[in-house]
T-cell receptor, first 113, second 117 residues
Framework: NAGVTQTPKFQVLKTGQSMTLQCAQD?????MYWYRQDPGMGLRLIYY???????DKGEVPNGYNVSRLNKREFSLRLESAAPSQTSVYFC????????????FGPGTRLTVT | AQTVTQSQPEMSVQEAETVTLSCTYD???????LFWYKQPPSRQMILVIR??????QNATENRFSVNFQKAAKSFSLKISDSQLGDTAMYFCAFMKLYETSGSRLTFGEGTQLTVNP
């Protein structure tokens, strides 16, 4: 039981490049989330998926797209990376719409130069 | 929208002593959860303790306890008998349960706690 896994762990991009961050969970959770963590600002919600086939914007969605590929996988895509997207990205999952506990992946450190 | 504020960016404590981390929040909701998460240097987010707003009794998990003051919208974390392994960033977080659109966490800015030997 691996929990929530994320790939890659580290990534460096040039401005304008695109990339996809992958997230998978093996806990049969319905809900999945993408957060970014910046110094002094805590974690902020980018997008979330309450169930397979649905996605919704969070607090800071601009510059990102997501895909809930199936119940296990939830990817985050940067179409044209900008230095302001330099951050640590966390994926999380939760059992149901009303579940109070979210389980986090190990994070991806992304640097955009 | 909910906001969560942690007014102590950094704190330090001696090993075996007690420390309290502060958190305040603002919401118009009456039913919600509050959490404290720990993030050690490994970057992994670890749930420390949770409190349901409808419960008057303060939550306790071993050396960790909270002081939940609903009217004051305050939610502090007390760590007793501090250990070196408690050194980490601590985040306070708020969750209102949405029946149809998923449960989302709102985090505070974090408090970096250092336990000194």
């Amino acid at each position: 039981n691996a929990g929530v896994t994320q790939t890659p762990k580290f990534q460096v991009l040039k401005t304008g490049q695109s990339m996809t961050l992958q997230c998978a969970q093996d806990m049969n959770h319905n809900s999945m989330y993408w957060y970014r963590q910046d110094p002094g600002m805590g974690l902020r919600l980018i997008y979330y998926s309450a169930s397979e086939g649905t996605t919704d914007k969070g607090e800071v969605p601009n510059g990102y797209n997501v895909s809930r590929l199936n119940k296990r996988e939830f990817s985050l895509r940067l179409e044209s990376a900008a230095p302001s997207q330099t951050s640590v990205y966390f994926c999380a999952s939760g059992y149901s719409l009303s579940s109070y506990e979210q389980y986090f992946g190990p994070g991806t450190r992304l640097t955009v130069t | 929208a909910q906001t969560v504020t942690q007014s102590q960016p950094e704190m330090s404590v001696q090993e075996a002593e007690t420390v309290t981390l502060s958190c305040t929040y603002d919401t118009s909701e009456s039913n919600y959860y509050l959490f404290w998460y720990k993030q050690p240097p490994s970057r992994q987010m670890i749930l420390v303790i949770r409190q349901e707003a409808y419960k008057q009794q303060n939550a306790t998990e071993n050396r960790f306890s909270v002081n939940f003051q609903k009217a004051a919208k305050s939610f502090s974390l007390k760590i007793s008998d501090s250990q070196l392994g408690d050194t980490a960033m601590y985040f306070c977080a708020f969750m209102k349960l949405y029946e149809t659109s998923g449960s989302r966490l709102t985090f505070g800015e974090g408090t970096q706690l250092t336990v000194n030997p």
